[in-house]
């Protein structure tokens, strides 16, 4: 399927802060976080979780049901329909089209039956195609998609609406699996356990499924669940379901069809284990230079059901080893960066946590495990051992979801002897309760940091916060229009350093001259809280939304969330438009026009934001994106440009983007982006590019190269702050930053069998900088730019950087039986920023990292799954 994200800037990976920020950071929201419904290429926003009973309110809705019966002898699952148990269930083969046209007839018929035993539920699905050899049949690992035939099924359990699993399969035999919540956000890193086959025949090709009950949730012996089946067919760029799903209505788990006449079921066994064993051969540094021990780890996870609607998931010693590392990354912004949560436990059922909207930040699970806060020598721990952690999920008879997520972590010591991280104990509980069939919540969240702090480590973290998170949601008018709004209190205490510490740290700011609060040295807790709304139209080709957000001076969620701006008033509100059917030169299209102000909570402007965006599939199924930014038009301000200093007036500042992506369908897949953008009169200014592509030599072999380039302007970068803190001899000091910057990643893949595959990743990583016209601030909010700043350091300027880095792996997996798996991994790190600063130099700074000294790791994990 064709790109529609945007701006590609931000595989750049650098974060700066000042005029040309908006050039790293210009793609919408949309294109981060969790996988939604758009990433299968459906409505780009959803979800109205519409039930049965209240499906005729609905112009268009209609529910479908169809029926499994129990079978006397099991299927044999072979990829072959020709079981006697298939012979006697009923077919199922009313699809529709939904791309591109909604409501179409599809070209290919296809027939759906299921039946169950007392353990297991059976899906065979037929796709009819009268040119079998034209099928799209290609090998991958479990869990990567590609630009195959496939087939899906999706299943909710509780038929609450809301929530759901989807199990998928390519004619090759590919397994690929999901999660959904809230009605449309997938979450693609469950791995249930279930069987499946494929096989391509004379009329086309045969998906089967077997899917132990065991892996589902659901109430009683008898249920009835949500069903659904969709179909790709690769080389027409089309897809059908049944029931009929329609873009225009949004939502994807609320629009399913039922499947009924399932009785006398159980569950099966209610635990489940994983034991594992891990051993590896590392690279450590030392005060005589470097070592490589020996480590052997083990471990267990356990999912064990409390009661038929209760599940507790724990894991003793885990590990939470990556397979995929984190992308290399160049802050030069006062503000943390955001990475991608990538550990299983915490990736698998997180749905109920997640509130939706802008109240994600609350849980951020990647502070569990984190880089220990102290951390001063690159001998010092990397990151923070997890002791153990339990999640206890379900839903109560009443319809009332509940979770309850605890992680230990350990004390980690640095080579000074010195606490880097203290032990640590965190706790989130949540409560939902869903109304009208799912188009009514009303939710809370609460959150509680406790650290067992010694004297040396209470000098500079606190000691613990608590979070209260309130949080609504309404849909009506014909589930057309959603009302939601949430409102969050929180509290952090500690020593009064800590506490001092909080109040001057890159979120608050309190130092700053024109603050609407002061910084007291005496404190010894800090609060505050948040509250916003939005309203939305959420039906039909054209949508809009109006969003508010009012969060006080005070707010610290960021001990086990992620919000770094508080003291912030803002209002956004976005139209958007896409096509229902395809036109003149288009399959799809979907354009919005968005505003965003900001403005501190004593009513100082502080950011606006204008974009506009358009994004094409057309006819030949390229891809098309365009995206204009207008930002800090007006009379605005930067609060945190300084690092505590005073509030900087800014001028406008404009960008252009364009995204290009070629026919999936191809051996060769180009992938170009460009973007410009230019500020401050013309004094700041960047421009970069990103091009790469996908190859797909045969089935069993692909490969992905991506080189990103960015030249990068900034007149306005933050060098440091000089004289005494929090007094009007500081010097708030600027200057003009040359930076070039050239990443490169690299991606093979050999899959042998759906089981067995191979990938190797690398991905070096360079970006230098000079310094020039070292200034700071005079009249910083003066209407004239150059009044703003005046001359500092004489005729010196900062020294430059140099920043390099190189990650790379490869990775064997073999899942030898369902559940079970190896993996054989080999990583190589290289670091190096202290060699030829200044300048960029392409052969002389790739030649530097690669005589840096390699941090490499050899590990082994295999993992055996048990269900007694």
Same mark, same amino acid.
């Given at each position: 399927?064709?790109?529609?994200?945007?701006?590609?800037?931000?595989?750049?990976?650098?974060?700066?802060?000042?005029?040309?920020?908006?050039?790293?950071?210009?793609?919408?929201?949309?294109?981060?976080?969790?996988?939604?419904?758009?990433?299968?290429?459906?409505?780009?926003?959803?979800?109205?979780?519409?039930?049965?009973?209240?499906?005729?309110?609905?112009?268009?809705?209609?529910?479908?049901?169809?029926?499994?019966?129990?079978?006397?002898?099991?299927?044999?699952?072979?990829?072959?329909?020709?079981?006697?148990?298939?012979?006697?269930?009923?077919?199922?083969?009313?699809?529709?089209?939904?791309?591109?046209?909604?409501?179409?007839?599809?070209?290919?018929?296809?027939?759906?039956?299921?039946?169950?035993?007392?353990?297991?539920?059976?899906?065979?699905?037929?796709?009819?195609?009268?040119?079998?050899?034209?099928?799209?049949?290609?090998?991958?690992?479990?869990?990567?998609?590609?630009?195959?035939?496939?087939?899906?099924?999706?299943?909710?359990?509780?038929?609450?609406?809301?929530?759901?699993?989807?199990?998928?399969?390519?004619?090759?035999?590919?397994?690929?699996?999901?999660?959904?919540?809230?009605?449309?956000?997938?979450?693609?890193?469950?791995?249930?356990?279930?069987?499946?086959?494929?096989?391509?025949?004379?009329?086309?090709?045969?998906?089967?499924?077997?899917?132990?009950?065991?892996?589902?949730?659901?109430?009683?012996?008898?249920?009835?669940?949500?069903?659904?089946?969709?179909?790709?067919?690769?080389?027409?760029?089309?897809?059908?379901?049944?029931?009929?799903?329609?873009?225009?209505?949004?939502?994807?788990?609320?629009?399913?069809?039922?499947?009924? %006449?399932?009785?006398?079921? $159980?569950?099966?066994?209610?635990?489940?284990? @994983?034991? &594992?064993? /891990? #051993?590896? =051969?590392? !690279?450590?540094?030392?005060?005589? %230079?470097?070592?490589?021990? $020996?480590?052997?780890?083990?471990?267990?996870? @356990?999912? &064990?059901? /409390? #009661?038929? =609607?209760? !599940?507790?998931?724990?894991?003793?010693?885990?590990?939470?080893? $990556?397979?995929?590392?984190?992308?290399?990354? @160049?802050?030069?912004?006062?503000?943390?960066?955001?990475?991608?949560?990538?550990?299983?436990?915490?990736?698998?059922?997180?749905?109920?946590?997640?509130?939706?909207?802008?109240?994600?930040?609350?849980?951020?699970?990647?502070?569990?495990?984190?880089?220990?806060?102290?951390?001063?020598?690159?001998?010092?721990?990397?990151?923070?051992?997890?002791?153990?952690?339990?999640?206890?999920?379900?839903?109560?008879?009443?319809?009332?979801?509940?979770?309850?997520?605890?992680?230990?972590?350990?004390?980690?010591?640095?080579?000074?002897?010195?606490?880097?991280?203290?032990?640590?104990?965190?706790?989130?509980?949540?409560?939902?309760?869903?109304?009208?069939?799912?188009?009514?919540?009303?939710?809370?969240?609460?959150?509680?940091?406790?650290?067992?702090?010694?004297?040396?480590?209470?000098?500079?973290?606190?000691?613990?916060?608590?979070?209260?998170?309130?949080?609504?949601?309404?849909?009506?008018?014909?589930?057309?229009?959603?009302?939601?709004?949430?409102?969050?209190?929180?509290?952090?205490?500690?020593?009064?350093?800590?506490?001092?510490?909080?109040?001057?740290?890159?979120?608050?700011?309190?130092?700053?001259?024109?603050?609407?609060?002061?910084?007291?040295?005496?404190?010894?807790?800090?609060?505050?809280?948040?509250?916003?709304?939005?309203?939305?139209?959420?039906?039909?080709?054209?949508?809009?939304?109006?969003?508010?957000?009012?969060?006080?001076?005070?707010?610290?969620?960021?001990?086990?969330?992620?919000?770094?701006?508080?003291?912030?008033?803002?209002?956004?509100?976005?139209?958007?438009?896409?096509?229902?059917?395809?036109?003149?030169?288009?399959?799809?299209?979907?354009?919005?026009?968005?505003?965003?102000?900001?403005?501190?909570?004593?009513?100082?402007?502080?950011?606006?934001?204008?974009?506009?965006?358009?994004?094409?599939?057309?006819?030949?199924?390229?891809?098309?994106?365009?995206?204009?930014?207008?930002?800090?038009?007006?009379?605005?301000?930067?609060?945190?440009?300084?690092?505590?200093?005073?509030?900087?007036?800014?001028?406008?500042?404009?960008?252009?983007?364009?995204?290009?992506?070629?026919?999936?369908?191809?051996?060769?897949?180009?992938?170009?982006?460009?973007?410009?953008?230019?500020?401050?009169?013309?004094?700041?200014?960047?421009?970069?590019?990103?091009?790469?592509?996908?190859?797909?030599?045969?089935?069993?072999?692909?490969?992905?190269?991506?080189?990103?380039?960015?030249?990068?302007?900034?007149?306005?970068?933050?060098?440091?702050?000089?004289?005494?803190?929090?007094?009007?001899?500081?010097?708030?000091?600027?200057?003009?930053?040359?930076?070039?910057?050239?990443?490169?990643?690299?991606?093979?893949?050999?899959?042998?069998?759906?089981?067995?595959?191979?990938?190797?990743?690398?991905?070096?990583?360079?970006?230098?900088?000079?310094?020039?016209?070292?200034?700071?601030?005079?009249?910083?909010?003066?209407?004239?730019?150059?009044?703003?700043?005046?001359?500092?350091?004489?005729?010196?300027?900062?020294?430059?950087?140099?920043?390099?880095?190189?990650?790379?792996?490869?990775?064997?997996?073999?899942?030898?039986?369902?559940?079970?798996?190896?993996?054989?991994?080999?990583?190589?790190?290289?670091?190096?920023?202290?060699?030829?600063?200044?300048?960029?130099?392409?052969?002389?700074?790739?030649?530097?990292?690669?005589?840096?000294?390699?941090?490499?790791?050899?590990?082994?994990?295999?993992?055996?799954?048990?269900?007694?």
């Amino acid at each position: 399927m064709s790109c529609f994200v945007p701006l590609r800037a931000a595989a750049l990976r650098i974060t700066l802060l000042g005029t040309l920020a908006i050039a790293l950071c210009a793609a919408p929201a949309r294109a981060q976080g969790p996988s939604v419904a758009r990433t299968e290429h459906l409505a780009p926003r959803a979800a109205a979780a519409t039930a049965a009973a209240t499906a005729a309110a609905i112009p268009g809705a209609t529910t479908m049901s169809a029926r499994a019966v129990r079978a006397t002898v099991p299927p044999v699952i072979d990829g072959h329909d020709d079981d006697p148990a298939w012979q006697v269930a009923p077919p199922i083969d009313d699809f529709k089209q939904f791309t591109p046209v909604e409501d179409g007839d599809p070209s290919f018929r296809t027939e759906v039956r299921a039946t169950y035993d007392d353990r297991n539920l059976y899906v065979v699905v037929r796709a009819f195609d009268p040119h079998p050899d034209s099928i799209v049949s290609l090998l991958s690992r479990r869990d990567v998609r590609t630009n195959s035939d496939q087939l899906k099924i999706i299943i909710d359990g509780y038929l609450d609406r809301r929530t759901a699993i989807q199990l998928m399969l390519n004619p090759a035999g590919v397994k690929r699996d999901a999660s959904i919540y809230s009605d449309y956000v997938e979450d693609m890193s469950w791995d249930g356990v279930w069987d499946g086959a494929a096989a391509v025949d004379s009329l086309g090709w045969v998906a089967e499924f077997r899917l132990p009950f065991s892996q589902l949730r659901f109430n009683g012996s008898t249920p009835t669940f949500g069903f659904g089946v969709w179909r790709d067919i690769a080389r027409r760029n089309e897809r059908a379901a049944w029931p009929a799903f329609r873009q225009s209505r949004q939502g994807l788990v609320s629009q399913l069809g039922t499947l009924e %006449g399932i009785t006398g079921i $159980q569950r099966g066994s209610r635990l489940e284990l @994983l034991p &594992y064993t /891990v #051993t590896k =051969n590392v !690279t450590e540094a030392n005060a005589d %230079g470097w070592r490589h021990p $020996q480590k052997v780890t083990a471990g267990v996870d @356990l999912k &064990y059901g /409390v #009661t038929p =609607n209760l !599940t507790l998931d724990a894991t003793v010693n885990p590990d939470f080893g $990556q397979v995929e590392v984190d992308p290399a990354i @160049l802050n030069l912004s006062a503000f943390e960066v955001r990475f991608e949560e990538r550990r299983p436990f915490f990736q698998e059922g997180v749905g109920l946590f997640k509130c939706g909207g802008p109240c994600e930040g609350v849980f951020y699970t990647r502070r569990i495990g984190r880089t220990p806060q102290l951390r001063t020598s690159e001998l010092d721990p990397s990151g923070t051992t997890i002791l153990g952690a339990t999640k206890l999920t379900g839903r109560l008879h009443n319809g009332l979801a509940v979770g309850l997520v605890e992680a230990m972590t350990g004390r980690e010591v640095g080579v000074d002897g010195q606490t880097v991280e203290p032990q640590t104990n965190y706790l989130v509980g949540r409560l939902v309760k869903e109304m009208r069939q799912g188009r009514s919540q009303l939710g809370t969240m609460v959150t509680a940091t406790n650290r067992n702090l010694d004297d040396y480590s209470a000098n500079y973290l606190r000691r613990d916060a608590y979070n209260l998170l309130l949080q609504g949601l309404h849909r009506f008018g014909r589930d057309r229009w959603e009302l939601m709004a949430y409102s969050g209190f929180n509290r952090v205490s500690g020593s009064e350093q800590a506490i001092a510490l909080t109040q001057l740290n890159s979120v608050h700011f309190y130092q700053r001259p024109d603050h609407e609060e002061h910084f007291d040295s005496t404190r010894t807790s800090l609060g505050g809280n948040v509250v916003a709304a939005s309203i939305s139209k959420i039906g039909g080709a054209v949508r809009w939304n109006t969003y508010v957000r009012r969060a006080s001076a005070g707010l610290e969620l960021n001990d086990l969330g992620f919000v770094p701006t508080v003291n912030d008033i803002s209002v956004r509100n976005e139209a958007s438009w896409q096509a229902l059917r395809p036109g003149a030169f288009y399959r799809r299209s979907f354009s919005f026009i968005s505003t965003e102000n900001h403005w501190t909570t004593g009513g100082l402007p502080s950011g606006t934001r204008v974009t506009a965006h358009s994004s094409f599939e057309l006819l030949n199924s390229w891809g098309v994106a365009l995206t204009y930014n207008v930002n800090d038009w007006g009379v605005s301000h930067c609060v945190a440009c300084a690092r505590g200093g005073p509030a900087v007036r800014q001028g406008p500042k404009q960008e252009l983007g364009l995204n290009v992506s070629g026919d999936p369908r191809n051996v060769l897949v180009p992938k170009l982006a460009f973007y410009g953008g230019v500020g401050d009169g013309g004094r700041s200014y960047s421009r970069g590019a990103t091009a790469g592509g996908e190859l797909r030599i045969a089935s069993r072999f692909s490969m992905a190269v991506e080189a990103a380039y960015s030249g990068i302007n900034n007149d306005q970068q933050w060098i440091g702050n000089y004289g005494a803190l929090l007094s009007d001899t500081t010097h708030f000091t600027f200057a003009h930053l040359d930076q070039t910057t050239l990443g490169i990643t690299t991606r093979l893949n050999w899959t042998a069998s759906p089981r067995l595959s191979l990938q190797l990743y690398a991905s070096p990583f360079v970006s230098t900088g000079d310094f020039r016209n070292w200034r700071e601030l005079g009249d910083p909010r003066a209407e004239r730019y150059e009044d703003r700043y005046r001359p500092y350091g004489g005729q010196s300027n900062p020294d430059g950087f140099s920043y390099k880095q190189f990650n790379s792996n490869a990775v064997l997996r073999w899942e030898y039986r369902p559940g079970s798996t190896l993996f054989l991994v080999w990583q190589q790190g290289r670091l190096q920023s202290d060699v030829s600063r200044g300048a960029f130099d392409f052969s002389r700074d790739y030649r530097d990292l690669f005589r840096a000294h390699p941090d490499n790791t050899l590990l082994v994990k295999v993992s055996y799954w048990l269900n007694p």
